[in-house]
Antibody, heavy 120, light 106 residues
């Protein structure tokens, strides 16, 4: 079965960086993009961008451009999202999701989420 | 950016009720719209894709409709496990954008 398993919770100080991993299994990793979605406590969902499992190409939301880097390692079917210059506003759960939404084929699987707390 | 709005932001309903949630886009997105259900502490779950296609394994009481700029999610015969927050997502333009969510409460 398809699974996306994310790295654990992290506590960071303002100005630091965080790198969240998302290990995929149960499907061909290079067939789909990995999206990253942020959810602040008690708030809605915010799309951050995607990384192609095949080419490694990326597309970032303008809000995060310049501060986020999404990469992948096909050898271990793992995607990464690194966010720099953290502030308290970045305290959130970060989800990864495997899908090519434009394919409209119903392939849509999410990780369990990784809580990142930014606090001095 | 394509902005997504949802109405209502929250609603109270009873088991057995039929509820309708509306999602509007600030520009036409064809049928590039997904509906998700999210429960506290859990990842979102895909209910509907392509605006109206029911995801495999999702009960038929969930129905999506619409195209262009206006979309609806209808839940018939509401069940206890349906109390959750529902989000729409447009994947026509970049950046992808979610609606602000509709919380369905008892």
């Amino acid at each position: 079965q398809v699974q996306l398993v994310q790295s654990g919770a992290e506590v960071k100080t303002p100005g630091a960086s965080v790198k969240v991993s998302c290990k995929a299994s149960g499907y061909t990793f290079t067939d789909y993009w990995i999206h990253w979605v942020r959810q602040a406590p008690g708030q809605g969902l915010e799309w951050m961008g995607w990384v192609s499992g095949n080419s490694g190409g990326t597309n970032y939301a303008p809000k995060f451009q310049g501060r986020v880097t999404m990469t992948r390692d096909t050898a271990i079917s793992t995607a990464y999202m690194e966010l720099n210059w953290l502030t308290s506003d970045d305290t959130a759960v970060f989800f990864c999701a495997a899908s090519n939404w434009n394919a409209k084929n119903g392939f849509d699987y999410w990780g369990q989420g990784a809580l990142v707390t930014v606090s001095s | 950016d394509i902005q997504m709005t949802q109405s209502p932001s929250s609603l109270s309903a009873s088991v057995g009720d039929t509820v309708t949630i509306t999602c509007r886009a600030t520009q036409g997105i064809g049928d590039a719209l997904n509906w998700y259900q999210q429960k506290p502490g859990k990842a979102p779950k895909l209910l509907i894709y392509g605006a109206s296609t029911l995801q495999s394994g999702v009960p038929s009481r969930f129905r999506g409709s619409g195209s262009g700029t206006q979309f609806t999610l209808t839940i018939s015969s509401l069940q206890p496990e349906d109390f959750a927050t529902y989000y729409c997502l447009q994947h026509n333009g970049y950046p992808r954008t979610f609606g602000p969510g509709t919380k369905v409460e008892i």
